[in-house]
């Protein structure tokens, strides 16, 4: 199963309507916010991990981070516990989170709390996942980078433009002006997957 097969199935299904139910915006409000946010993460924690100290530290986070997460999503909805997945933010974007959300919120019409709370709740499912990965496949931090590269390849088959749009932006000054072109990324690839 890869990211996409899971986001698309029950676990995608859960956690939309847990979301839409704790922050009270619509299904499709936390869709699009999803939507965005799953490449961003994937985007940025590939280039972190392309340096050697920045793969160590991946590695080691997912050994943390075993997959259990994903045949409990109720109880990561319902824990109210986000100090993991804004302990994951902190080291995926740094100082840059505040300016993702409020960008997310811009596209997704919902407040800048409110998408700090989805990114807070998906981060533990990504790393989860990641961290499921890497332990079925035997990946050691060597390898933490080409499983990213093969989860974003598989995303799009494009020439990684769009991509670079996103990175573009996370090294921007927070204008937003090619959020356009990264919700549309995000609207591509995962826009239909959480429609119930």
Known sequence: ????????????QQLIGGLSNQTGASDSSVS????????????????????????????KALNDHPGSV??????LLNSGNMADGLGILGHVFGDKQNQVAQNIGKQSGLSTGNVLQ???TLAPIVMGFLGKQKQS?????NGISGLLGGLLGGMQQTNGTELSMIEKM???????????EA??????????????
């Open 32 to 59: 699009s916010a999803v939507s965005l946010a799953l490449p961003f993460l994937l985007s940025q924690m590939n280039k972190n991990a392309s340096t050697p100290e920045g793969a160590a530290n991946l590695d």
């Open 118 to 120: 989805i990114l807070a």
């Open 183 to 196: 919700m549309d990324l995000g609207s591509k690839l995962l826009g239909g997957f959480f429609k119930k």
């Open 137 to 141: 496949n035997n990946i050691d931090q």
């Open 1 to 12: 199963m890869n990211l996409l097969d899971l986001v698309s199935g029950p676990v995608g």
């Open 170 to 180: 996370l090294d921007s000054n927070g204008d937003g002006s090619i959020m356009d």
């Open 70 to 75: 994903l045949n409990n999503i109720d109880g």
